[in-house]
């Protein structure tokens, strides 16, 4: 942990002390743990979905070590609560998750709420939550990312990532080119409200949407070598949320309007694929090249249009007018009005995000 001050404030910056990336990693975790000084017993958090061939590669690593396992089927909190106890219970001192978006989510914000390390194993690239210090809890009010444990070591295995479903590999470039919008979000609002900037952070939000804008034509020819730039992206943009110390680098406008149908469609759409919809209607509020952007999401067969994820044509244009109010204090090219109820349907239609 780096500590600096900006503007006389103090400011904190979480940075994982290691990535491994590469070619099965598993079998390697119990050198890993070592060279970390990491002592067990350890909580391993996991999902339904998570492959036997991964789980048993990594349980055989660990045989020397003390550790238990739970399976977590979703990020709420009473999943959590849950988590925790046991977690207390069996005294883990670190906490590994091994899974997607929602078990590394329940994981690091278990470790975050009993003060224990967190490593990442993830086994999908869906989103930049896999490497950042938030986590997305449902039930805890808003459907907003709260603060977590940012992890200690990611250990990302191309190999099992790019045998991760397409639909999930696609939501994380989705998640990436997000980072367009993000980013000019927050040089705009540091304009209007003088909130802080942060240069060399924004930039390296900024090469994760490139890097993921860039993949979309590497996944379809080489899908290991895709996933690997996406990995990389997706944890620059976990590092450059850990440098700002908050997910504005990340998240702006079009992760409120995913925000927004998130709370009015729960479970519809993936996170990533909702944030690649509100990057193509943001890019074209914010006068940049939305075109370029959807023809990419195409490319991979990212949804660019509601009705691919099941959301009517009214609950886009209703989610863009409400979406500004979702975090007020994070001020976007949104405003503090948001949309009119036409101006949201004319941004609707002309990109095609509606039909
Ligand atoms: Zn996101």
């Avoid at 070590?65 to 959590?80: M, R």
């Avoid at 250990?155 to 991760?164: E, F, H, P, V």
């Avoid at 997000?178 to 900024?206: N, P």
């Avoid at 500004?324 to 503090?336: A, F, K, M, Q």
Wanted: glycine content about 8%.
């Amino acid at each position: 942990m780096l500590y600096t001050t900006v503007e006389s404030k103090e400011h904190i910056i979480d940075l994982p002390k290691r990535v491994y990336i590469g070619n099965d990693l598993i079998s390697s975790i119990r050198e890993y743990l070592i060279s970390l000084n990491l002592s067990d017993p350890f909580l391993v958090v996991t999902g339904p979905v998570v492959r036997m061939s991964i789980t048993s590669k990594l349980f055989d690593s660990l045989s020397n070590f003390k550790y238990e396992v739970i399976e977590v089927k979703s990020a709420d909190i009473e999943e959590v609560n849950h988590v925790e106890e046991f977690a207390k219970q069996i005294k883990a001192n670190v906490i590994i998750g091994v899974g997607g978006g929602s078990v590394i989510d329940v994981a690091k914000y278990v470790a975050f709420r009993i003060d224990k390390e967190f490593i990442s194993i993830p086994t999908a690239p869906s989103h930049d939550g896999i490497t950042s210090p938030f986590a997305a809890i449902k039930g805890m009010g808003k459907p907003i990312s709260v603060k977590a444990k940012g992890p200690l070591s990611i250990i990302a295995d191309i190999q099992i990532l790019s045998t991760a479903p397409r639909r999930l590999i696609n939501a994380g470039v989705g998640d990436t080119i997000g980072k367009f919008i993000a980013v000019r979000d927050w040089k705009l609002a540091s304009k209007i409200t003088g909130e802080y900037y942060g240069d060399y952070t924004a930039s390296l939000a900024l090469l994760s949407a490139k890097h993921a804008l860039s993949c979309t034509k590497l996944l379809n020819k080489d899908l290991r070598a895709g996933v690997r730039i996406l990995t990389e992206a997706l944890i620059s943009s976990g590092v450059a949320m850990g440098m700002a110390g908050s997910t504005r680098p990340a998240s702006g406008s079009e992760h409120l309007f995913a925000h927004a149908i998130e709370m009015l469609y729960p479970g519809k759409g993936l996170h990533g694929e909702l944030v690649a919809i509100g990057t193509i209607l943001m890019a074209y509020v914010h006068g940049i090249n939305w075109r370029k952007i959807k023809k990419a999401m195409k490319r991979v067969g990212l949804p660019t249009n509601a009705k691919e994820v099941g959301i009517p044509e009214e609950g886009v244009i209703k989610a863009l007018t409400i979406a500004h109010n979702i975090r007020p204090e994070r001020y976007t090219i949104l405003g503090d009005r948001g949309l009119s109820w036409s101006s949201a349907e004319k941004i609707a239609r002309e990109t095609g995000v509606i039909s």
